[in-house]
């Protein structure tokens, strides 16, 4: 272990870093030209240096934990320590920002949109509301796929059903129901399927963008260089994104100024956060880029 602090009062543990680090690069060049899992890679300096130690990917440093015990001390006794994330390209320009609540870090907005999201979002009471969503859209697919085979039932041949895409709508058309009250694949009740389509692919590929670090991650110095226009496709992502999201929030509240902003009447997850956050000062946001940034972490990727 390595000790900081000129006193037993102040000492201050930390993670030992696994030798070989070079200036600037940290351990970066251990990894180039992998010819295995970089897990397994991990698991062996795991049994090499103990469940926990520290690596340095270019000028950032990174604990790596392998014991379920360690992890569980980080989730409880030192979840405070452990609770916010570095900045990052994906975090500023597909996370509005570093608005986004799941790539921001730790501050007042994190602690606002958590309780927020523990409390009303993500409740028993509110997903108790919000089951019939999912009851109806289980029938609803249900329904259109024995409509397809009835359909299908006069040719005498085998229908043939594409059951990935088929559970990916009905998964997908579940969230939209609960986040935005609109329906979007399948027949009958579907609102424009090309535009859930477009926010679908979008999404999908800025969590495939966000698993690569711009080399501004590692070398903050480099920020302005975009290497591998990781950077560029962000910002694309992020305009398709935003485009749909805030077609969204300004049709709720459209809808709002009809009933009363009282809050009666919240039938999905758009119209509580824009309950929850009326009258509520965030300096450097403001409340429809958070309920923006919220819509991206409450859709699913898959």
Known sequence: ????????????????????????????????????PFYRLLADMSDKHGPIFKLRFGMRPTVIVSSWEVAKECFTTNDMALATRPVSAASKYLGYNHAIFALSPYGPIWREIRKIATLELLSNHRLELLKHFRIQEVDWSTKELYKHWVTN????????????????DLTYNMVFMMVTGKRYFGTGNASDEAEA??????????????????????FPFLDYVDIGGFKKDMKKMAIDLDSVSSSWVKEHRQKRIGRGASGQGDNDFIDVMITNLEGTDFSDYDPDTIIKSTILVSTPTQ
């Open 1 to 36: 272990m390595l000790w900081k602090g000129i006193s037993k009062k102040n000492q201050i543990k930390e993670a030992p870093q696994r030798p070989g680090a070079w200036p600037i690069i940290g351990h970066l060049r251990m990894f180039a030209g992998l010819d295995r």
């Open 197 to 218: 389509r477009r926010f679908q692919k979008a999404l999908v590929h800025s969590v495939v963008l966000s698993e690569h670090s711009a080399v501004g991650d590692s």
């Open 153 to 168: 039932k006069a040719s005498q041949q085998p229908l043939t059903v594409e059951m990935k895409q088929w559970f990916s």
